[in-house]
């Protein structure tokens, strides 16, 4: 059965501090496997997208990272903000779903001041 | 680029109305998009896909004559929840999976609908 699991569920760090997040992921075949933030009551924006064959792609200070062998997938935040504060969410895709995500339960951020 | 527009943006109604929710690509055409509803922390739920000028394909367990979609052109599809119940209060959120990209499936997502029923 595809799945895709997060941890942690919830997670609180201060401002400035860094953290990561963890993605486990048992989908086959696999396309691709997308991080999203999702602010509360807002629709969720993709942060990155990674294929089979990337290991680490960057977007400002979100670094996310993907190990297709261990089907395993982390999102860094480095020097927190206030307005990190929120979902993040691992979405992966499995190749002929026709489009379909397998979405994550999300981990929810909270970087306090 | 590449933005996907809901409205309403939350609506309250009485139990037993309908209520109507677009969701647009505002500068790509999409020829599909997916329907989503999500309740207070918990992931988003396939509801149904919608492809333009043909039915909807619904997941299992949704309602097709409950949860009516419509995709009449390649940048506007609309969910109208007939007869809503309190129980349909949630968070519906739309993608869109741009025409000309669709070698990673990249789906663009609304900002989402908040329905209360009363």
């Known amino acids: 059965k595809n799945q895709v699991e997060q941890s942690p569920q919830s997670l609180i760090i201060l401002e400035g501090k860094n953290c990561t997040l963890q993605?486990?992921?048992?989908?086959?075949?696999?396309?691709?496997l997308r991080w999203y933030k999702q602010d509360t009551g807002r629709g969720p924006v993709s942060l990155t997208i990674?294929?089979?064959?990337?290991n680490t792609k960057s977007n400002g200070r979100y670094t996310a990272t993907l190990d297709a062998d261990t089907k395993q997938s982390s999102l860094h935040i480095t020097a927190s903000q206030l307005s990190d504060s929120a979902s993040y969410i691992c979405?992966?895709?499995?190749?002929?779903?026709?489009?379909?995500?397998?979405f994550g339960k999300g981990t929810k951020l909270s970087v306090k001041p | 680029g590449a933005v996907v527009s809901q409205h309403p943006s939350w609506v309250i109604c009485k139990s037993g109305t309908s209520v109507k929710i677009e969701c647009r690509s505002l500068?790509?055409?999409?020829?599909?998009m997916f329907w989503y509803r999500q309740f207070p922390k918990q992931s988003l739920m396939l509801m149904a896909t919608?492809?333009?000028?043909?039915?909807?394909?619904?997941e299992q367990g949704v309602e097709k004559d409950k949860f009516l979609i419509n995709h009449a052109s390649l940048t506007l599809s609309t969910l109208t929840v007939t007869s809503a119940h309190p129980e349909d209060s949630s968070f519906y959120i739309c993608s869109a999976r741009d025409r000309w990209r669709t070698t990673q499936e990249t789906q663009y997502f609304g900002p989402g609908t908040r329905l209360l029923v009363l």
């Open positions: 979405v992966v895709s499995a190749w002929g779903s026709q489009g379909n995500l397998i």
């Open positions: 993605c486990n992921y048992t989908v086959s075949p696999f396309s691709n």
């Open positions: 990674m294929t089979f064959s990337e």
């Open positions: 500068d790509f055409q999409a020829t599909t």
């Open positions: 919608s492809n333009e000028g043909s039915k909807a394909t619904y």
